[in-house]
């Protein structure tokens, strides 16, 4: 079948955009230009990533869907055509988020019983009282005060250090390591150093739980890597992978999603005159749909030649599937440049699609519904004490939002 396809992409003078892109001064809730031309073009098109070579890039919701399914992608980054990106000597893969099954699957399912909706409504109670707490110390101290460092980062740091069995005291320390290792511009040996230090440490607490074992994850990753089912290396890189994604996601998730708000005050009025659980979770989705904050694009390498669009990508080529693109594709989404929170948004692909789907979605929503339902109606003149102008916006990392945000009330 394959014979009878065309082989995609520009025409021969047609210039080869770069990858990442800029967004639009003043737009900083939408998806670079760039991607919007790109999506011009067709569902399939090509960008030139650091290393100076081309890459496919999938335009549409329905076909980056298709492809983020078929196993015959890869995650691995060793991969030949794998779209890196930033260099990288191969030592700082961060577990079964770059690996394929069976091997994925089988390191993913040790950890997901912790991630399963049960038991992360187990938690609601306790993430209410952090989050009332902060407020309360919020309101309590100076301001304007930075949202994101008095209560954006602890709220899901608080949480992911619960859960993992992490003491939160150490939280400057992988605050940090985190933020080199998810930015973009850090270079191979900052990058591989941060990963070092935090596989250092994780693999430091789990050898002081091997003597004292808790009721939390680590710990029962511990009980695996005694019982032979999984080497330390392999339960670090995992401890890693989870304090990483647990705490830096949301917790942009929570400023921007702050900052969206108070750009949009007839959306944000939504949210604060209400307790409906409904709109509650609907604002929560349309939020995640219209940030899209873990902006860098899916990325894959082709293992057998895959049809998309009615076209061939060949085996040993990469893909970039950027989900920010994805979420405001019309044919998905009407009307899809306008945050309406009444929207029925549940089909975004923020967190993922397939087998790499975000194992903590039930958490991060539920997090999410916690700090919308409750912070603005627990501070209803919040606002923001600069100009969006004047905000450093996180361009430089795989992970969008704001680095400082700075409000009063
Ligand atoms: C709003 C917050 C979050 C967003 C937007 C988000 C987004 C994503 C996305 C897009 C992926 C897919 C990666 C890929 O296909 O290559 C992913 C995977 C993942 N996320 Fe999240 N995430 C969030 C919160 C969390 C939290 C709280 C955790 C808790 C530990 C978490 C853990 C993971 C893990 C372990 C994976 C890898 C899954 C796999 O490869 O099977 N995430 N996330």
Redesign the pocket.
Known sequence: MADTLTVAGPGPSAPVPEFPMPRAAGCPFDPPPGLGAAREEGPLTKVRLWDGKDYWLLTRYADQRAV?LDPRVS?DLTRPGYPLQAPSNGTNNI?????DDPE?ARL?RM?TAP?AIKRVEALRPAVQKIVDDLIDEMLAGPHPVDLVEAFALPV?SL??CA?LGVPYDDHDFFQENSKVLIRRDADMADRAAAHGKLVGYLDQLMGEKTAHPGDDLLSGLVARVRSGELTRTDAAQMGV???L???E??A??IALGTLALLEHPEQLALLRDTDDPKLIASAVEEL?RYL???HGG??RAVLADIEVAGQVIRAGEGVIMP?DLANRDPEAFPDPDRLDLTRDARRH?????????????P???M??QVVYGTLYRRVPGLRAAAGIGELPFKHDGS?YGVHELPVTW
């Open positions: 983020l995650a577990s079964f988020i770059l690996m994925h993913r950890v991630f899901p949480v992911i859960l992978l989870l304090l994604a647990g705490h996601t949301t942009n998730m995640l899209s904050i873990v899916r990325r989900n692909v923020a967190f993922g699609f397939g087998v790499h789907q975000c194992l903590g979605q958490l991060a929503r997090e999410l992970v």
